[in-house]
Every structure is written in C-alpha cells, then in structure tokens.
C-alpha cells in the first residue's frame, strides 16, 4: 500500500448496518445482565429533579420573602395622627404632681379632683 492509496473503512461504519448494530448491543446488554445497566429514568423526572436541585436555595429564600411580606402586608399599621391642639388633653394640675413625686393621692383629693373643684 502507498501514501497515495486510502484505507477504507466504510464497513466499520455503523449506519451502513443498522440491524448489525442493534444486534451487538442487545448482545453487550445481554452479557451484562439485568442488574448490572439501570435503566435511566424518562427525560421529564430528570428535568425536574436538575430543576429542583439547582434552584432549591432560590425558591427556598423566596418563600421566605414571600412569608415576610404576607406577615408584613398583614400586621395593621398606626393611623398618622396630626398632633393638634384640639386633640392635645389637658392633665389636672393635681395628677401631673401626683405622678412627679410618685405619691398616692387621698380619696378625698381623687373626689374634688373628679368633681372638677380644686383641693
């Protein structure tokens, strides 16, 4: 054989013999047994599960965004309310001394104090 000549190797070509082909393969599979060769699970559950696997940080930290959100959407919020002067109430004089020094008023005072009087 010279550099000029070509080796052919169309025979070895599997598509030229597709029932040849299909023939050692059944018969590798065969020799392997049925234990050995799993069979690979359908396309659609392999999806899903390389879904899953590489978006679960994902989904779980927006499910705890959705949580937070739901909880915060949820809790009332204080009405504003514009500190006027119509609004302010006014402290008995007596009250306010009895809270500064921490005291207890008598009955007596707590009664002219209800009744509008003075002590």
Known sequence: MNADERLDLSPLDPENDPER???VVDGVMHRLGPGLVPSPPPL???VVEQLASRFRPLFAAASIV????AAALGTPR???VDPSPELAVSIPLEWSV???TESTP???DLLI???GGGP
Not at 66 to 69: D, I, K, L, S, Y
């Open 98 to 100: 009895w809270m500064l």
């Open 21 to 23: 082909l299909e023939r």
């Open 78 to 80: 204080p009405a504003e």
């Open 113 to 115: 104090t209800f009744a």
């Open 44 to 46: 659609s559950s392999r």
């Open 106 to 108: 008598r009955a007596e």
């Open 66 to 69: 959705a949580v937070v959100a």
